[in-house]
């Protein structure tokens, strides 16, 4: 079972600052790294997608890969009250159509 | 909008009912998935279709039956369901993988169906 490891929460910033989400995982041979954000009641959303080390931006949203450290996170700039929701760290497996959840992290936005 | 499509969105049955959840994508997607999701917790995978077999059943009891009538719907039916099977049921679709190593295409969630078992 490959571990995918995310601080719970919940994670509370003031608007307009930066929100740091982390996750890392057990599984030296993944490739494919993806963060959902997921409100109360609703489906998971897919935000980024990362599968080379380094950054990737896309907007307010920043994924970071270390494959070395099994390290992956998602800083949000700016953030603004409609970022809270839960944000998942979800891993593919590089043996098939299979993918790897972690806890998710409650983030608040306060105003 | 989601391009995977959920039906219905609630469901309230009884434990002797028999019921279905529909799923249908349009995004040429060969893969498709049932999660199961209870309350601040992440979804938790039930089955997968890839082209339109089963390739992975995590031990769900035989009460869930999964069906892919073709490669754009997926069925998840219902029979003797317990309260403890109230739940939010997801249904997902992603690019099948070409070989093993290749990268993953991310998931593409349905809305969800809520159901209720009363």
């Known amino acids: 079972q490959k571990e995918v490891e995310q601080n719970s929460g919940p994670l509370s910033v003031p608007e307009g600052a930066i929100a740091s989400l982390n996750c890392t995982y057990s599984d030296r041979v993944s490739q494919s790294f993806f963060w959902y954000r997921q409100y109360s009641g609703k489906s998971p959303e897919l935000i980024m997608s990362i599968y080379s080390n380094g950054d990737k931006e896309d907007g307010r949203f920043t994924a970071q890969l270390n494959k070395a450290s099994q390290y992956v996170s998602l800083l949000i700039r700016d953030s603004q009250p409609s970022d809270s929701a839960t944000y998942l760290c979800v891993l593919g497996s590089w043996t098939g159509n299979q993918f790897y959840f972690g806890t998710g992290t409650s983030l608040t936005v306060i105003p | 909008d989601t391009e995977v499509t959920q039906t219905p969105k609630h469901l309230v049955m009884g434990m002797t009912n028999k019921k279905s959840l529909k799923c249908e994508q349009h995004m040429g997607h060969r893969a498709m998935y049932w999660y199961k999701q209870k309350a601040k917790k992440p979804p938790e995978l039930m089955f997968v279709y890839s082209y339109e077999k089963l390739s992975i059943n995590e031990s769900v009891p035989s009460r869930f039956s999964p069906e892919c009538p073709n490669s754009s719907l997926l069925n998840l039916h219902l029979h003797a369901l317990q309260p403890e099977d109230s739940a939010l049921y997801l249904c997902?679709?992603?690019?099948?993988?070409?070989?093993?190593?290749?990268?993953?295409?991310?998931?593409?969630f349905g809305n969800g169906t809520r159901l209720t078992v009363t």
């Open positions: 997902a679709s992603s690019q099948d993988r070409g070989a093993p190593d290749s990268y993953n295409s991310p998931l593409h």
